[in-house]
């Protein structure tokens, strides 16, 4: 626990002031709890009654009466509320996943319920959404009606249509995902709760012979959703990549024949891949198609899973800088795809580069790159430097974490948090009115959107905190299902487990609370009442030049209080966040005004040069 207390900033565009774990390294529990938390602020339906997230209440009570069929409950994919099918069903995948994987870390956290929970209220929708064999139900809502609208999900007035796929209307990749994500929460029940983990395995099964039978791309039969989730990939990584989770949940040989009969055919050992997300999973597939092989399982198809196997290090390798084509990369060292959201291709790298790494580990081999070989240990080094960016190791010393840290994004786009908790005050938020009124706020969101990772900086890691900066403020419910994961294995550990053993996840321990730390501002000392500290947070190399991120502290070490600071800062070459400029000097930024007797505040300064002075002109104690 820190010995001092940062202060926070609102400014849209310059929010910069530290996180609680910058100096003393990150709290992944925490992060964990957060990240978990933020699918219960996501939930459309009837809410339970050990909800956690309060200021959300029931919404979507009628989804899918007008087509005859109940499609209540699920989740919103993100600042909307629109019911997304394929984006949600790789929440739920990536989410089972991460249980599969490090069930036991989650247990010894204390979250493996409440990630059964969020798993659980993603399945009973798709339960829902499946009520025929041959028959899947993969939106409802209108991204086109709901875009025009910026309404809380309790009042929404919108369109609630709902839009399916069947057999004269095909839909491979939206059917594939969902049978992967069917199968994948049925091991994540398979020991807790056997009745449900079948009753998803049936449907999983129905799932993938009607994706494989009627072949269709999604948005060609539910045409309303290709400005917003399009399949650009195609169908055949689905059919993939349902095949391979089948196969993990069943160890039926047809799903294993499957993979090694159809990987070349549907581009499993062709595509070298340098993303994963919701549209594109041949990584993933090849991913898991490489534990199997390093299982021992692939029988006469090791030829065929061992291309497989060379695509997902050529994955591997591009994340790591160190393959023959990899990925573009900030500044600041963070995976960049594209300027929407790129974060989701963040968090899902950085999921795979872990499980492979704790694949090879258990089976006693190093990764071949083009650059030479490389330990188990620098994939989950890789993993750990894309995570403590986002949780605040940055060139701006942001967390992208809402509610991690002291530095996050305030202003989030979306529309429960940014509007008034229907709880606080039930007054209808019409339509059009919510813009007027809500969305072109310049405060703080109303309700802490606990956990949502948004989407991110720009390739230089530019962010600006503005709720009409939909590609780097909105949350998706994909960005953090990898994290789950993740978070687990950074705050748990690997335990010596071996990730190539059959899994058994733990039943869920329900957490109790920690004991509450009350935190006392430090002592005032008999030296000199300010105290400034420097320290170097940050290196990276751009265009051939080293830039170095310095943190300064500065404390307030008297028994009164600090006003009208000036400090003096020469040899500063670069952009510095969190003071204010006045004249030749720096004063407190405009949100604080003083200092109370032993507390802090940080400011962050980027250039290229070693760190510059920074010295006390003058102060009032009060």
């Known amino acids: 626990m820190e010995k001092f207390v940062r202060l926070i900033s609102m400014a849209p565009f310059f929010l910069l002031l530290c996180l609680p774990f910058a100096l003393a390294?990150?709290?992944?529990?925490?992060?964990?709890?957060k990240s978990i938390l933020f699918f219960e602020a996501q939930r459309s339906g009837y809410l339970p009654h050990n909800q956690r997230v309060t200021w959300r209440s029931n919404s979507g009570l009628n989804d899918g009466k007008a087509s005859g069929v109940d499609l209540v409950g699920g989740y919103y994919d993100a600042?909307?509320?629109?019911?997304?099918?394929?984006?949600?069903?790789?929440?739920?995948?990536?989410?089972?996943?991460?249980?599969?994987?490090?069930?036991k870390q989650l247990g010894s956290s204390g979250e493996l319920g409440h990630a059964m929970n969020a798993v659980k209220w993603g399945t009973d929708y798709l339960i829902k959404a499946h009520p025929q064999p041959d028959v899947l139900y993969g939106e409802v809502g209108d991204g086109n009606t709901d875009h025009h609208c910026w309404q809380r999900p309790e009042d929404m007035t919108t369109d609630r249509r709902a839009y399916k796929i069947d057999p004269s209307n095909p839909g491979s990749d939206l059917a594939g995902?969902?049978?992967?994500?069917?199968?994948?929460?049925?091991?994540?029940?398979?020991?807790?709760?056997?009745?449900?983990?079948?009753?998803?395995?049936?449907?999983?099964?129905?799932?993938?012979?009607?994706?494989?039978r009627y072949r269709g791309k999604y948005d060609s039969s539910i045409t309303v959703?290709?400005?917003?989730?399009?399949?650009?990939?195609?169908?055949?990584?689905?059919?993939l990549w349902a095949a391979a989770w089948m196969y993990q949940a069943t160890n039926n040989q047809y799903y294993l024949n499957?993979?090694?009969?159809?990987?070349?055919?549907?581009?499993?050992?062709?595509?070298?891949?340098?993303?994963?997300?919701?549209?594109?999973?041949?990584?993933?597939?090849?991913?898991?198609?490489?534990?199997?092989?390093?299982?021992?399982?692939?029988?006469?198809?090791?030829?065929?899973?061992?291309?497989?196997?060379?695509?997902?290090?050529?994955?591997?390798?591009?994340?790591?800088?160190?393959?023959?084509?990899?990925?573009?990369?900030?500044?600041?060292?963070?995976?960049?795809?594209?300027?929407?959201?790129?974060?989701?291709?963040?968090?899902?790298?950085?999921f795979l580069t872990t499980v492979y790494s704790d694949y090879l580990a258990s089976a006693g081999r190093n990764l071949n790159c083009a650059a030479g070989n490389v330990a188990p240990t620098q994939l989950l080094a890789f993993a750990k430097s894309q995570v403590d960016y986002i949780l605040g190791d940055n060139p701006r010393a942001t967390s992208y974490m809402v509610g991690y840290g002291n530095n996050y994004p305030r202003q989030v786009h979306h529309r429960g948090s940014s509007i008034v908790s229907y709880k606080v005050d039930p007054t209808f938020v019409t339509c059009r009115g919510g813009y007027a009124t809500w969305f072109s706020r310049k405060g703080s969101d109303p309700n802490l959107l606990t956990g949502a990772i948004v989407g991110g900086p720009d390739a230089y890691d530019n962010f600006a905190d503005e709720r009409d900066n939909y590609e780097q403020t909105e949350p998706a419910t994909y960005n953090n299902a990898?994290?789950?994961?993740?978070?687990?294995?950074?705050?748990?550990?690997?335990?010596?487990?071996?990730?190539?053993?059959?899994?058994?996840?733990?039943?869920?321990?329900?957490?109790?609370?920690?004991?509450?730390?009350?935190?006392?501002?430090?002592?005032?000392?008999?030296?000199?009442p300010v105290a400034i500290?420097?320290?170097?947070?940050?290196?990276?190399?751009?265009?051939?030049k080293t830039y170095y991120r310095y943190s300064t502290i500065v404390t307030n070490k008297s028994a009164?209080?600090?006003?009208?600071?000036?400090?003096?800062?020469?040899?500063?070459?670069?952009?510095?966040?969190?003071?204010?400029?006045?004249?030749?000097f720096y004063a407190f930024p405009s949100w604080i005004t003083s200092l109370a007797a032993g507390k802090s505040l940080e400011f962050v300064y980027v250039h290229s040069a070693s760190a510059a002075d920074v010295s006390v002109s003058s102060y009032t104690l009060a």
């Open 79 to 103: 600042g909307d509320n629109v019911k997304f099918g394929l984006p949600m069903a790789f929440t739920i995948t990536m989410m089972s996943w991460s249980i599969i994987e490090y069930g």
């Open 258 to 350: 499957y993979l090694g009969n159809n990987g070349d055919s549907m581009g499993g050992t062709g595509w070298g891949m340098t993303e994963f997300g919701w549209d594109v999973k041949y990584a993933g597939v090849q991913t898991l198609v490489a534990k199997f092989l390093m299982q021992g399982k692939a029988g006469h198809h090791a030829p065929v899973f061992e291309k497989y196997q060379q695509k997902a290090e050529y994955f591997m390798c591009s994340c790591l800088g160190k393959g023959s084509r990899n990925v573009q990369k900030t500044p600041g060292g963070l995976i960049f795809r594209q300027r929407w959201n790129n974060m989701q291709f963040v968090t899902s790298a950085s």
């Open 533 to 544: 500290v420097q320290k170097t947070t940050a290196t990276w190399i751009a265009k051939g």
């Open 560 to 584: 009164k209080e600090l006003k009208d600071i000036k400090l003096s800062i020469s040899k500063l070459y670069g952009p510095l966040w969190g003071l204010t400029k006045s004249g030749n």
């Open 482 to 528: 990898p994290l789950l994961g993740l978070l687990a294995r950074l705050s748990g550990g690997h335990g010596g487990y071996n990730q190539l053993l059959p899994v058994v996840v733990p039943a869920p321990i329900e957490k109790k609370p920690a004991p509450q730390t009350k935190i006392t501002p430090a002592p005032a000392s008999t030296s000199a």
């Open 25 to 33: 390294g990150h709290d992944y529990g925490q992060a964990l709890s």
């Open 225 to 239: 959703a290709q400005k917003y989730y399009r399949s650009v990939s195609g169908y055949n990584d689905e059919l």
């Open 177 to 212: 995902e969902t049978a992967a994500a069917m199968a994948a929460a049925s091991i994540v029940f398979r020991r807790s709760n056997p009745s449900y983990a079948n009753e998803l395995l049936t449907h999983a099964r129905q799932l993938f012979d009607f994706a494989d």
